[in-house]
């Protein structure tokens, strides 16, 4: 009778049970054992030409978060449809949106899927219909399976239900994870084993104590260790990829030389709009623009005083920095108003302002801020901008594109830049940059520019400033290959864990 360890005989005598052949998955359900342990066994007897392992690759499909919204509440083309229907076929496109409750960021998407599937049109603001679809679209009935099911082996799909799980992929609706399936298959020499009996053999895998002691450590057989054995997959604890893509930015700029700012999330108006020559009653202003306190709902700017009597001239009528201004009563309750910061360059006018400033000196900072954007995959209500101001007597319009270059090539991974003119209030000429990747494609990560007289004089400072404001969460996305900004902060384990250093 030959001896097995108990590992093995118990996996050869299950492997019989379920006919001579089954999966890993089957046999650790079985055997009630982790897989590691079966996989151990397995590459045991099969060193034996006891067991064959045969391995191939398995694509499992499963539904993203949209995904899942969609197989529950209706694909935005088909939730758009049957308000139409529900207002006799035809209808402006408003009052259809409305009647099927769709977000904003959806009207495009349900739009442009109508017109694809072939369900209705839209001429001068009405949306008709083109006929009746069917009750489920074949994209609808694989949804619905995924939801119910959790998952499904695309290649057990046929051909046409293959060829939409890649369309829904497309879509972010479902991901593919592709993983490898081992099937184990009892051998002839193996079958015969069986027949003539296996008797389990003891082993230990570790001296105790009190096996030391009894002397029973002679007597017992001591498991040989199998260094080709597949061991458990361990996660140790680390960053996010995405903090770590921070400090390596945090990291390049100090070692070029810059100093980190710092400042508040709960900003004065005066701060994030007024010293930055924003008149009052500019759009950015609005509630639609950007996040007000509740309460309270003014802060106290008289430290600030002297310098707020300059920067209330500067919009009023000008004052010494040869511009007519806005020409407007300058509310100093407006600009004590509270909010959330908007953006980092807030961070560059306390600074500008700080006994501690340096000139020449180079600045910058991550900063978080915040706006009330309507959520897709480039816009987020809370997002973080790394902002930079250089301050020195000999700059040029020309130091500013170098610095700008420097980062989306060394730091976004860009294989190319383009730069185009803008507009800001405070900077002038204003700037924006944007980057190719190849395989990615084109993205715009933010304005940069020379900040203006009105912007630089009021707070005392008479060389100039360059500053850029860019989008850190967008650099990361083209370091990282990763077409939704949603992404950035997602707190899917799977994606973390496999994710690498960018």
Same mark, same amino acid.
């Given at each position: ?141 694989? *949804? ?250 000999? *700059? ?107």
């Amino acid at each position: 009778m030959t001896e097995l360890r108990p590992h093995e005989r118990k996996t050869l005598l299950i492997l019989e049970k379920l006919g001579g052949k089954a999966s890993l998955s089957q046999l650790t359900a079985e055997a009630g054992l982790p897989e590691t342990a079966i996989m151990r066994a397995a590459l045991a007897l099969q060193s034996q030409k006891l067991v064959e392992i045969e391995e191939r690759k398995e694509k499992t499909l499963i539904l993203t978060q949209e995904g899942k919204t969609y197989a529950r509440k209706g694909l935005p083309e088909r939730r758009l449809m049957k308000a139409l229907l529900k207002l006799n076929g035809e209808a402006p496109l408003h009052k259809a949106i409305k009647e099927a409750k769709l977000r904003d960021n959806l009207v495009s998407i349900a739009l442009g899927w109508l017109r694809q599937k072939g369900w209705a049109k839209l001429e001068k603001g009405k949306l008709k219909t083109l006929g009746t679809p069917e009750k489920e679209g074949i994209d609808e009935r694989l *949804l619905r399976l995924l939801d119910k099911n959790r998952s499904a082996i695309l290649e057990k799909l046929d051909p046409e239900m293959r060829k939409t799980a890649e369309l829904l992929k497309k879509r972010k609706l479902v991901e593919i994870e592709e993983k490898t399936v081992r099937i184990l298959k009892i051998t002839k020499e193996g079958q015969n084993l069986i027949k003539r009996g296996i008797q389990a053999m003891e082993e230990v895998s570790q001296l105790t104590p009190k096996l030391i002691a009894t002397g029973k450590w002679r007597k017992v057989k001591l498991r040989k260790y199998n260094i080709r054995a597949p061991v458990a997959k361990t996660w140790p604890g680390k960053k996010h990829p995405y903090l770590r893509f921070i400090d390596e930015v945090k990291s390049k700029l100090v070692q070029l030389g810059f100093k980190e700012m710092s400042g508040p999330l709960v900003e004065l108006s005066f701060f994030n709009f007024d010293a930055l020559f924003m008149p009052q009653d500019h759009p950015a202003r609005e509630i639609f623009g950007i996040y007000f306190v509740k309460s309270p709902k003014h802060g106290n700017l008289s430290r600030y005083r002297h310098v707020m009597a300059k920067v209330k001239k500067t919009h009023e009528n000008g004052w010494k920095t040869g511009s007519r201004g806005w020409r407007y009563k300058y509310s100093v309750r407006e600009a004590s108003r509270l909010i959330l910061r908007g953006h980092g360059t807030a961070l560059s006018i306390r600074t500008l302002l700080s006994k501690d400033l340096e000139i020449p000196g180079k600045y910058f900072s991550i900063a978080r801020c915040y706006r009330p954007e309507v959520v897709d995959k480039t816009h987020l209500t809370e997002f973080n901008q790394v902002e930079g101001i250089v301050v020195d007597e000999n *700059l040029t319009l020309r130091d500013l594109l170098g610095v700008l270059e420097k980062f989306a090539i060394e730091i976004a991974g860009a294989d190319e830049v383009k730069f185009r003119p803008d507009y800001f209030p405070f900077t002038e000429p204003s700037v924006e940059l944007s980057a190719y990747k190849k395989g990615y494609g084109w993205i715009e990560f933010g304005g940069s520019g020379i900040f203006r007289p009105e912007v630089t004089l009021p707070l005392g400072i008479k060389v100039p400033v360059i500053a850029w404001g860019l989008g850190i969460d967008r650099l990361f996305m083209m370091r990282a290959g990763i077409d939704d900004i949603r992404y950035v902060f997602t707190q899917d384990l799977d994606w973390i864990r496999r994710k690498g250093m960018v």
